[in-house]
């Protein structure tokens, strides 16, 4: 709780600071609070009594709020550039940033459903606002009222399958509602609760069939929020999907974990496929998101996701792929969106290119990048519960490998830059991509930390 005390008086401070336009302190005491928030988060003060600490965090957890927060620094520091150009508002982009990351945390560490509702909706409101933040753009004005009514619709669903669970099991406590699930033979509204809970998860997190929103929310928001979206809250709410089956319906694993087997089957497919036809950057990186939060979520279907590093590994070289190509479309700049905008950026900045090589590379899985420890973790442990959706997982690995190879060459290949518009770094950015690629080389070195 002290973290996400922190964080919000950080928001708070933000918000009056961006009043007298104050960018470079904004930006300063923005990433000062991430920072605190960290350190309180592993090492609390122990202020607050213990009828007051509503939240609940093992190893597990605590590292994905590192992770959290980690990728929120970066993407802070990463849209400085974009966020000068708007001074008025730096202020409210830092603070909807954390106070969007008070919840993602509140979802890490809930212990009921009460906590779960509301650190979902702290995560995901504070997004409306800021998918919708470029005004002059009509996309983002589309992307807003999309996520804003897909949002709300998801909600929906949630709220009905939390009313049919609490009358199935009369409790909102995880603990007693495992209890009853164990026990439960049969009980129709304990199942249909669970059913549109699972929906209103698979919303949020962008799986199939209800995945379609995805690329145009992407599409249409500012490439620094989409980054967010696509990295800090994936990460969230995929280990919050995690928790809530294993904590309140592990008594019915035989029931869903088919279901959502064959889900992530197809979502793999129909991201990777889609992928393929995609000629804007935003799109591939949306169809990408799907496939990987479909890679993602196998830990779902091994019991020990929830106490072992192998999805926190998954995200990190995940996470850091996505902040760092993100990073490099904001560098950019290209008005257009274009694949074609990559070309020969290599050769022009030799720093960009081999952090957008090693960012591809990592969500390839090749070795020896982070993202191929993790990708190969996350696969050895679910091979033994279903082996025919890691036959599945390696095809559509080797689909995206001919993607991402294929952006490498994009990327490599030998340009004329006589008519090339002038790529500028901040120095605020150059730092963002040389942690990313120490993270995307050898991120996979802290599990030799992991206890």
């Not at 964080?7 to 000062?32: C, E, H, M, R």
């Not at 945390?105 to 509702?117: C, Q």
């Not at 409306?128 to 470029?134: H, I, M, R």
């Not at 690995?397 to 994009?410: E, H, Q």
Request: hydrophobic share 55%.
């Amino acid at each position: 709780m002290e973290a996400i005390i922190l964080l919000f008086i950080t928001g708070i401070i933000a918000l009056f600071l961006g009043i007298f336009n104050q960018a470079k302190l904004t930006t300063t005491i923005s990433v000062v609070g991430l920072i605190g928030a960290a350190i309180v988060q592993h090492y609390p003060l122990n202020i607050l009594s213990d009828e007051y600490n509503l939240l609940e965090f093992n190893q597990v957890g605590n590292a994905f709020v590192s992770l959290a927060i980690l990728l929120t620094a970066l993407i802070i520091l990463s849209g400085d550039k974009v966020f000068n150009e708007e001074k008025d508002h730096i202020g409210d982009y830092n603070a909807l940033l954390l106070f969007s990351l008070s919840g993602g945390i509140i979802l890490i560490g809930f212990k009921d459903l009460f906590m779960f509702f509301l650190g979902l909706e702290i995560l995901s409101i504070p997004l409306y606002v800021l998918a919708g933040s470029k005004k002059q753009s009509s996309t983002s004005s589309e992307a807003a009222v999309k996520y804003f009514f897909m949002g709300a619709f998801a909600t929906c669903l949630l709220l009905f399958g939390v009313v049919l669970t609490y009358g199935a099991t009369q409790s909102f406590e995880l603990t007693e509602i495992l209890s009853k699930t164990i026990n439960s033979s049969g009980n129709a509204m304990l199942f249909i609760g669970m059913i549109f809970i699972l929906a209103s998860f698979l919303f949020k997190v962008g799986v199939a069939p209800f995945h379609f929103w995805v690329p145009d929310v992407y599409q249409g928001s500012p490439t620094v929020f989409m980054g967010y979206m696509s990295s800090v809250v994936k990460v969230v709410g995929i280990y919050a999907f995690i928790k809530f089956f294993h904590l309140a319906f592990g008594g019915l694993y035989d029931f869903w974990s088919t279901l959502i087997a064959i889900l992530i089957g197809i979502s793999m497919f129909v991201g990777n496929l889609t992928a393929l036809v995609q000629t804007k950057f935003k799109r591939l990186m949306a169809y990408s998101s799907i496939t990987n939060g479909a890679y993602a979520l196998m830990a779902i279907l091994y019991p020990d996701a929830l106490v072992d590093s192998t999805l926190w590994v998954f995200m990190l070289g995940y996470g850091t792929s996505v902040v760092a190509l993100l990073t490099i479309s904001m560098i950019l700049n290209d008005e257009t969106d274009e694949i074609s905008a990559f070309k020969g950026i290599g050769y022009r900045k030799p720093l960009i290119g081999l952090v957008a090589i090693a960012a591809l590379l990592s969500t390839s899985g090749i070795p020896p990048m982070t993202g191929f420890f993790g990708k190969l973790m996350l696969f050895s442990s679910v091979w033994s519960y279903y082996p025919w959706l890691i036959v599945f997982a390696l095809i559509n690995s080797a689909i995206g490998v001919f993607i991402y190879l294929r952006l490498i060459m994009t990327i490599m290949s030998k340009e004329t830059f006589s008519e090339a518009k002038e790529i500028t770094v901040s120095p605020l950015q150059t730092v963002v991509l040389v942690i990313s690629l120490l993270l995307l080389v050898g991120g996979w070195l802290m599990l030799l930390c992991w206890k």
